[in-house]
């Protein structure tokens, strides 16, 4: 059977008994405790990250998609209709931090982090040299990038490569398939690192990562 979404996912709507899809957005649940992350992402980062941050872009894409054809469409498809329309720009940059954050969520876990084994592992292995070049191409990327975005891990042509994005813009913009992603916007790390990113970044990388999520994303049938 064919998988609609990329795990980690959703279509952005409720669900309904009849999978009707004439529903305002909802903001998807957080795969884990707002404290589950801690002491590598703090409660109040991650709550004051999703109640007010994700909250709000959903809401934003609700008043700004009621009553319009878009209101129709998977949270997903907004995006992709939306991107490159200047009328639509604010719908589009809305709509796309919709989609980064539920597939920032389920980029994390508890205890994540590479565990020096796996299918992933030897995938990364065999794309970047090893772990470590993954991981200081991965925070480089992320020191690099001026102002907000986002730096992902996406397959291109059946090799993993590094990517990021400014401001709001998704990798499922680019011809690539996401697998996972950190949010450097400063509003994910400033309560706990400052104005360190590197240092935040590295810590998403050695404890939060969830490679399971990833793996699942890199071995799923589902269109980006
Ligand atoms: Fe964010």
């Given at each position: 059977m064919e998988l609609s979404w990329l795990p980690g996912i959703s279509d952005g709507k409720t669900s309904s008994p009849k999978g009707r899809s004439r529903m305002t957005f909802v903001l998807p649940p957080l795969?884990?405790?707002?404290?589950?992350?801690?002491?590598?992402?703090?409660g109040l980062t991650l709550g004051c990250h999703y109640d007010e941050h994700h909250r709000g872009y959903v809401a934003a894409l609700n008043a700004l998609t009621r009553g319009t054809a878009l209101e129709k469409l998977s949270m997903r498809d907004v995006v992709l209709e939306t991107e490159g329309d200047p009328k639509l720009k604010t719908t589009f940059q809305n709509a796309a931090q919709c989609w980064n954050h539920e597939f920032f969520w389920n980029s994390m876990k508890p205890d994540g982090g590479p565990k020096g084994e796996g299918e992933l592992f030897e995938r990364i292995v065999a794309d970047f040299g090893s772990i470590d070049s993954f991981n200081l191409a991965f925070i480089e990327s992320a020191a690099t990038l001026f102002g907000s975005g986002w730096v992902w891990l996406v397959e291109e042509k059946q090799r993993l490569k590094v990517v990021a994005t400014n401001n709001a813009l998704p990798a499922i913009t680019l011809d690539v398939r996401p697998v996972m992603v950190c949010d450097v916007?400063?509003?994910?790390y400033y309560l706990d690192h400052h104005g360190d990113r590197k240092g935040f970044v590295k810590t998403f990388l050695t404890h939060l990562a969830n490679w399971d999520t990833a793996l699942a994303r890199l071995k799923s049938i589902a269109k980006p």
């Open positions: 795969p884990f405790d707002r404290k589950a992350l801690e002491p590598h992402m703090s916007w400063e509003h994910a």
